[in-house]
Each structure stands twice: as C-alpha cells, then as structure tokens.
C-alpha cells in the first residue's frame, strides 16, 4: 500500500506547492480559454442555482401522492409520463420529475456539508502541525497517514458502518472523515512551502509576531490548493454518499428525496421502470463530473509547471 | 537487525490489544445481537434471552472480553452466525474470489491504461488525447456500483452474453483444490471449469477496473510526458535514431518507472470498489462477506474481518519500517 | 432478446473439441430415458435459486425457510400437507388416531421405507427420533430446537433457560408398524404440527453415527456436527450429496430407493443468491431453472417475458402493532379504532402489493378454521377516525411507529414503503407520527418484541399449521411488550378456545375470539395477506405452490 499512500501524498504535495505562488487573475485567464474548465463550470453553477431555486422550479409537489399517478399504480408496474408528470410517478404515485429536481438540495447540502466539515477539521489538523512544527507535526502527520493510507471508500464504509443505524448524520461524517487527512496535509504542506518564501521571511526578519504571519500571510495564501482541493472532494463527497446509500448505509427513510437514495431504492424497480435508476444516476455522474472537471482544471491552472 | 525486529514486534502487540478492545466494545453496543441474529422469525423474546444467557452475553463486559480474548489467542474467532462454518474458513474461502476478480480487474486497467495513456501522450493535445482525459474524469465520476448495474442489465439480463453473478454456473461439476476458481479448473484439468469462471469474471473486472484504469491512463500519461521532455530522449531524436526505437527501447522504458510502483500496489484502491462490485455480482469474496455481515449482524464475522485486516496492516507497516531499517542503518537506533 | 440467452451456454459448450461427440452421446441417453418412463418424461436437473444460505441440514435444530427447502426434499414427516393445501395427508404415518381426549396418538406407518443409509424405516426409528428431541443434552443444542420447545413445551432436563413442562412423556412401538405417542397433556397443535418440516424423521443409525446431537458452541459461536452439515439421513425422495461452498450450490440426487413414487428429476441443484436482483437475472439469462420469492415489483416482467409465477395461497398476516404501554391515549379503544379507520388499506393493498393480495379483516387468514366473516370492519374513513379521536378528547398525538428496514418477509415484502404510506395516511387525520427506522436484525425486533418501546409497529407471520392458535393465539395469548397489554379476560377467552378438542366447536370458539377482538379489544390492526411467489421457467412442470412453503420437488419434471 506504499506507492499508492505515496501517490496519494505527492499529488496532495503538488497542489500544495502552489500556494502563494500563483496571481488569481491569471489563473482566471487562463481557466475561461480552457473549455473543460468552462464546461465544469457550467455545470457546476446549474447544479448550484438548480438546488437553491428546485422548491420554485418543481412542477407539483414533490412529497404528494396524487391520485392521477396512484390510479394506474401497482406493485409491477409504475405510470409514465402523462399531462402535468413530465415524467411520470415514481414507485410511490408521487411526481418523478419533481422529485429530481428537488432531490438536487440534499445531494448538494451532502458534498457541501461533508467537505465543509471534513476540509473545517483537516486544515485544522494540518494549520496546526504546520504552523507548530516539532513533535505536534510529527504525531498529527502520523495520524493522518494512517488515515490516507486505508481506501477511502472502505474507510467511509466501515465508518457508516460503525453506527448503529444509517442516517443522514452518519453518511456525512463518513464522507468527511475521508476527506480530512487530505486537507490537513494540504494546508501543513502548503505552509511548509511558504515557511522559506521571500515574503514570510521579510515579515519574520522585521520580527511580525508567529500568529500574525501564520494568519495573515500563510493562510490567505493557502486558500488557492484548497479552493482545488474542496471542488474535487465535493465530486467524490457525492459518489461516496450515493454508494453508502446503495450499501443500505444511508437514511432510509423513503420520503427524503436524494439522488442517492432514489438510485438504490429503484433497484428492486429496474425492470418496472428503468428509469427511476437512470435519471439520479445520471445526475449524480454529469454533477460529479462537473466538479471533477472544474477542480482538475482549476488544479492544473494553479500548477507553476503549467505557467512556463 | 533481530533486536530491532522484535522490538517493533513487541510495539505492534499494544495496538492490536487496544484495537480488540475497540472492536470489541464497539459490536456490543450496537442494538440487536447475535442471539437474535441466530434463530430465526418464530424465536420468541424469552428463548432470545435464553440464548443470551448461553452465549454469555448477560456476564459483566469485561469478563465476556476475556474469553472472547482467551478464544481469539487459541486462534478461534468463532464461528459466523449466516453459515455456521468456521469464519476463518469463510474468509480462506472468500480470499481467493477477491484475489482473482482484482487481479483481473487489474490486468484490464494495465493492459488498456498502459497503451491508452501512451498513445494520449504520443498525440498530446489533440482530439484522441483530450477524448482520452476526458474519458478518465468520466470513468471517476461514474459510481462503481451503477456501472456494474448497467453492465449487469445490458450484457447478462438483456443481450444474455454474459452470466449475471456468483464466480460459476451452478451445474459446473469443479473439483476444489486452490480455492481460485480459475485456477482449479487447470490444476484438474476440468477446462469447462476454468472456461465458465474466467466468462464470470467478465463483467465484475470490467466494472471494477474502471477507476485504477483512468489513474492508469492518467499516470502513464504524464509520465510519458515528463521522459520526453527528457535531454537523453531529445538527443536520441537529434542523433537521428529510428523513432520507433527511441519510443521502445527509451521512452516506454523509462515512463513505465514509475507506472509499475503505482499499479503494483494498487489493490488498495481495488479493495474499496471491491465491496460495492462483489455485492452488485453477488461475488462471494471478501467484500460479500463484509456487506452481507453488516446487514446480518454477524458479529463473530465482523469482528474477525475487522481484526484480520488491523493486523496485515500492521504487519505491512512493521515490514516497511523493517526494510527500511535495513537499507538505512541510522533508523534502528532512532 | 429470450433467443440469445443459450449463448453463453454454447460459448462453453464450444470449449471442448469433442463436444458434438459428448452432445450426441447425452441426446442418446436421455431420449432412451425418456421411452423408459411411460408416466411422464424423468430425468436432468433442476437449478433453482435458493435466497439464503442454510444454517444445517438437521431438521430438528432449524427454524427458517432457507434451511428448510433442501431439508424436505431430502426428509419425510409421519403427517404431511396434501400439495398446495394446508390439509393434512398421510406421510410416514398411513393414519393416525387420537385417543384420550387427544393424549394418545396412535401412528400406524408406511411398510418397506428405507433411509438414505439402508436402514430400515419402523415404529422403533420414530421412537428413537421422539426419545432424542426429548433427552436433546445441552443448553446449546436445546436453544436451537425452537420448533419443539414451542410444541412439545420442554425437554427431560431443561437446561438454560427452559422451563417448560414438557409434553411427551413416552413412545412405545407396539410392532414394526405402529408407534403410540403418549402426551402429558392435550394440545391443540397436534396432530397439526406434526406436519412441520422440523419434525421430520431421521435415520436413527446416522444419527448415531455422526454425532448429530453435540452441538457446540463458545461464546456467540455455534458449530453444529457432521450429521448436520455434511450427512443429513431421511428418507426422502432426494438424497444429499454436497454443499459447495466455493460456488454455493446444494446438490441433492434422485433416492432410487425411494418407497412411494420416485422423483422424476435426476439432480436438483440449489444455487444460493442473496441477492433479489440477481435471482431474477440468473432466470432471465437462463442459468437458473427457477426462484423464490420473486419481487411483487417483478411479476409482470417476469410473466411478460414468458415465465410462470406461480402465487402461493396467502398463508399469511401482516399487522400494524399497537403499543398500548408508553402512551395513554392508545389505552382507549377510540383512538386504536380511529387509527385503523385512518389506514387506506384498500389503496396500499391496490398500489403496493402483490397481485392477489387481500386487505386482512381479523388477524388470520380465511383457509384457516375459525375465520370469521362477520367481524366488525375498519373500511378507509379520515373523517370517522377524526370523529373519534375528538370523542376520545385526543389532541396533538404523537406516536412512535417503529419501522423495520433492510428486510423482507413473505408478508411484508417493502415494509419501510408500506410505513411510509401508513403514516401519511395517518398524519392526514392529525396524528402526528415520529418514524423510528430500525434495521431488522439490528435492532428492530429487540426493541419492539423485547423492549417495547415503540407506540406503532408493522410485522406479520407465515403461518406454521392449520390452527387459529398459530395466529390470533400466537399474538394475543399472553401479556407482551410488543402490544403492552395485560387484559386477562382476552388471555383466558384465547385459553378456553384453544382447549376445545372438538374440530367443530373449536372453529367456534375461535370464530368468537376473532369478533371479540377486532370489535372489544382491537389490540392492532390487521393489513393484508399478501401471497408469495415462487417463479420457474417454461421447462419446468408439475410444481406444486403450497401456502406453507412447503414446495416438494419429486414431482417435477424438466424438458
């Protein structure tokens, strides 16, 4: 498992190299002339504006079962599309196509809170051992190798496992955990780097207190790998949730409408209706795929190889 | 160099202790237990708490932890309360369904990521190299599972190509040496059975190969990338030697470095997807034993999985640092 | 689409180079087969996809349906179901007679039966197989045998937690072909019960041989012996042969030697597959020969691609529990009453459930003596069941409905589905509802069956014989956390109407009880019955669904 822990770190360790080096404005100009940053963007922002504005977009409410869809429902077989359900009810007589549509806020408040929490508790860990150095660094970064050095999805699953019950609860601090050796080897490494740049040693020589350097000059210039970082944890955040979900991890409860949930409960419906899986599948891929390509090309934008 | 060895040795004991401790306490305060998970729907709650009583379950924690300990030391860790069979015996079983279904998952992604990122190098920038990046974010974002599924759906239940699941026909009369299936069939000479396991394992290697394939691709990418950027390559190309010989005899060569360490050990990352593709193609290798253990509340199961793997983790880490104590002497005395 | 799935078949029959030669030879074989057998077409294989893993092969130490299935093909019971009822037919006993107000049974058996080993089948073997459930050593052994202790109460010497009076007290075989059953006592099970698949007779030689008694078990762990695991011994129309636990295939052939009509298959050869999914498309690609319990959801597809689902009668009830302990609103039977008129069973039973499916009026289903046609019904009423609740001066009811996950049972194959649309149904009339997801096996049934803790909760049952105290006995009978009730008037009416030895009359009195409790006590509230399905392919005839499960294979035959 070494060479892979060490792949792991290296391209953790690139993109932390890039802290403080890079002008925000050229990186910008450079990520608008490449299209798979533009691309990843696109989708990107219709995923955000399409969770936030879902409750207004929907047709019909998503949680109601309407008697036009429950008419025709049976345990084999499930209406299409007819007027007023663009497409048609899923396996409860309730509007499919809404339900989409709103399910997009809890798949979103998943990638978000759990990188949020996960990237909140990794920096902490790595502002810590980078900005403390000496035995803190060397136990913290302990830790977290061994938390980088297990597969992160089986990593996620033993530790959703670990509750008595899934929830929503349990699936996020699962994904997070995963994601908080990254982030606090990111940000060590990062501050590592800028430890010898030109401008915290001026501030050291003019004798600018630890804390203040640490705050104002090592931090800021920090956020660009981790801004990186968080767009890609946010992809695989979404895939981890929906597979825990599929490992009868998640919440059950058959009322909340999350990609995730919808792809593993249309399981047992594959041949009444293909496509209650297909249609969260498919977003959880194109919205994953988003980040992906949005993080990747941020990532390469920021790396000073790529400025020659 | 043996002191040293039997020191670290010595340092692993406290972390397994500690780790059976954990474990231990963990399974025990979930709800639901294993006499419930041992007899069926028709147990009524009074012959679950008998049971309960039996199986020792009503003794104080710590004295239950001793003989689960004591028990553990003889090298009994109990028998699973799905199948009864011993579950080192399951695991013995299951290890070889996980071995052969990553090591064909990974043949795939080397065989096919090797040439792929080689050839996206070859024509860097242009529309075969970008469909190819393209093509490894897709293969990321796509969830093992689903892939399987759709895999599954299409080739096995619609087209009929392909058998649906489990390692080999049930009909197949294969006589059991190694425990892989693949193998067995050679050892005995049955080819039918070697034939009917290597066409099982089709659409699971394929469906499990996806991720290291595009980190395949990826990777030998960019490191194809970086030799030829290399002096040594440029000044093959100015002496004028033949391009195909700089390709082989140099750039292949020298990219495939650092190619070869990242997929040697890349089954860690296998092992993750592994328990979503043997669940989707009811496989029976470790990763079933591990979902279906979580779904049943198999706690012996469990408890033997969780430790098993603790401790060929710590036994890969002691023989790391061992190695690394030979080749750099200093670290011994540290 | 159907067309192509012999391809893969031909892929591997093409592997070896001699294949036509062996195809030849086998067509032979079978066509010559066949012309032997004027009664009908004999001999191949049957693979059929088992859902679970079985836990042994000893009849007396299991209690689930997976351990079950190879267990009947292989073991005969003295009394057994005429196919597709829950009548009872003769089986190793030709006839049998109660006498002594039903505390004497007298079994006269079958001549010229043999075991799997050789042995002889007499009074003295069905003896040895009482005198073995009743002297079973071992607090192991005897926690594993919850059919018995549930029937026969006790044991010799109760160990563990037992307590039991035991029921038998004796066996005596008058001569090779009678054996006289001595009870303690009556008991309305019997001879019903005998019926039970973990009442079958095994081979008192094997038995011996194998050490089938010496169940061990350290801590949580439980190992059984080899007579259990590897040499199960009856006299069953299959006989075992292996368990290949690489594959998970149970391989049972034909007992030449069998003393009523043989088997007609050769070979029968559980495949087991955890998975629902997976069971359907081992069918669809035609590696299995058939399945059980397919998804409600599949049954149209399944039918429309060209396979026979073949329905069980509804053996079965599934109910929605009322906890009657943890909030005092329950304990009035306006507000229990008002939650079953809150319940749009009809629309659940419609868009939920299987085809065939019925919306339960009483807590047992109609094949079952004692069914009551004019009990006091709940139809879907939001406005009656607000009425009540204002009578009752019920206001902001909260209640706990506890809802098992990550299972399916014959009786309930989607229970979070079904209690997601029972709670809106319910919040409809202003109960407000707090689900309380458990898994199954991780906490579930502790914490409704043993704790109590819940308010609502949905289970169910698969009937075990044909006796209203298998049902409204088995719930109703005695104080339980589950319902949290101590009503000793309810407990001694169920009492005296399970006494009764009387066929007629003791359909009666259960008739009585049945009104009684859905119009005096109604302590749940009764769902559906929902009919399972077993599914198998064209080829496959002669199959027999049978509304206990109990699906016998030697009648099948395979094109």
Known sequence: MTSLLDRKKKRVDDLAESAGTSLAADAFRRMARNPVAVTGAVIVLAFVLLSIFAPWLAPKDPFLRYPELLENLRADSIPGPQPGFLLGSDEFGRDFFSRLLVASQQSLVVGVVATLFGGAIGMLIGGLAGALGGWVDTLLMRLTDILLSVPSLLLAISIAALASRGSQTTVIIAVAVVSVPIFARLLRGSMLAQRHSDHVLAATALGVKRRTIVFRHMLPNSLG????????????????????????????????????????????????KFELALYPALAIIVVALGFTLLGESLREALDPKNRR | MLRFTIRRLLQAIPTLFVLSVLVFAWLRSLPGGPATALLGDKATPESIASLEKIMGLDQPLYLQYFNFLGRMLSGDMGNSIISADPVLE??????????????????????????????????????????????????????VFFLGIVLKYVFAQELGLLPPSSRQDADIDATRVTGFAT????????????????????????????????????????????????????????????????????VLRNALLPVSTTVGLQTGLLLGGAVLTEKVFVWGGLGSLLSEGIQRRDYPRLQALILLAAGVYVLVNLLVDISYAIIDPRVRTS | ?????????????????????????????????????????TGGTLI??????????????????????????MYDTLITYKRGTAD??????????????????????????????????????????????????????????IYYADIFKGFAQNEGDAS??????????????????????????????????????????????????????????????????????????????????????????????????????????????????ARKQELKAGTIDGYDYPSPADFKSLKDDGFDVLIRPAFNIMYLGINQANTPALKDIRVRQAIAYAVNREQLVKTKLPEGAEVATQFQPKTVAGYADDVTKYPYDPAKAKDLLKQAGVENLTLKFYVPTEVSRPYMPNPVDYAAAMTEDLKAVGINVETVPRPWNGGYKDDVQKFGKHDLHLLGWTGDYNDAGNFPGTFFGRSKPEFGFDDKALFDEIAAADAVVDATAHADAWKQVNRNLLSKYLPAVPISHSPPGIVVNKKIKGLTPSPLTDERFDTVTKD
């Open chain 3, 164 to 277: 039991g009076t035991p029921l038998y007290k004796s066996c005596e075989a008058k001569d090779a072909n009678t054996a006289v059953l001595n009870l303690n006592a009556y008991s309305s099970a019997l001879p019903a019960a005998f019926g039970l698949t973990s009442f079958s007779i095994s081979s008192p030689e094997a038995l011996k041989k194998y050490d089938a008694d010496a169940v061990t078990q350290s801590g949580e762990s439980f190992a059984y012996p080899a007579y259990a695991t590897e040499h199960p011994t009856g006299t069953g129309p299959f006989k075992f042969e292996s368990y290949d636990k690489t594959n998970n295939t149970i391989t049972l052939v034909r007992n030449e030697d069998y003393h009523g009509e043989k088997a007609k298959l050769d070979k029968i050869i559980f495949k087991i597959i955890e998975d629902e999914n």
């Open chain 3, 88 to 145: 009872l037919a003769p089986g190793l006993a030709e006839k049998w007679d109660l006498s002594d107000g039903g505390k004497t049974i007298t079994f006269s058996l079958v001549q010229g039966a043999k075991f799997h080993d050789g042995t002889a089948f007499d009074a003295a073997a069905v003896c040895f197989n009482f005198e073995r459930w009743f002297n079973m050593k071992g607090a192991a052994a005897q926690s594993q045998m």
């Open chain 3, 48 to 73: 059929f996809g088992a859902a679970g893993k079985p836990k042994n092969f000893d009849p007396i130490f299991n209690d689930d349906g997976e351990s079950f299935r190879p267990i009947r093909q």
């Open chain 2, 90 to 143: 399951e695991i013995g079983r299951a290890l070889p369904a996980t071995i052969e279904l990553s090591v064909v998952a990974l043949l795939i992604a080397v065989l096919l990521g090797i040439p792929l990122g080689y050839l996206s190098a070859s024509y860097r920038g242009r529309f075969f190299d970008n469909a190819t990046i393209m093509g490894t974010l897709a293969g990321v974002a796509v969830p």
């Open chain 2, 183 to 250: 193998l067995d069939g050679m050892l005995t000479g049955e080819w039918d059975a070697t034939g009917n396991a290597l066409w099982h394992l089709v659409l699971p290697a394929i469906a499990l190969s996806s991720i290291p394939l595009a980190v395949i691709v990826r990777i030998t990418r960019a490191s194809v990338l970086d030799v030829l950027n290399e002096d040594f390559i440029r000044t093959a190309n100015a002496k004028g030697l033949q391009a195909t010989v700089v390709r082989t005899r140099h």
């Open chain 1, 225 to 272: 790998p981790v801004i990186v970082q968080a767009t890609l944890t946010l992809a695989t955040s979404i895939i981890e949730a929906a597979s825990l979900s599929f490992l009868g991890l998640g919440d059950p409860d058959p009322n909340r409408a999350e990609w995730g949930l919808m792809l593993s409960k249309s399981q047992s419906y594959i041949d009444v």
């Open chain 3, 1 to 41: 689409m159907a067309h192509s799935r012999t391809a893969r078949r031909r892929w591997t029959a093409a592997i070896g180079l001699t294949g036509v030669a062996v195809l030849a030879l086998s067509a032979c074989a079978e066509s010559e087969r066949g012309t032997d057998d004027a009664s009908g077409k």
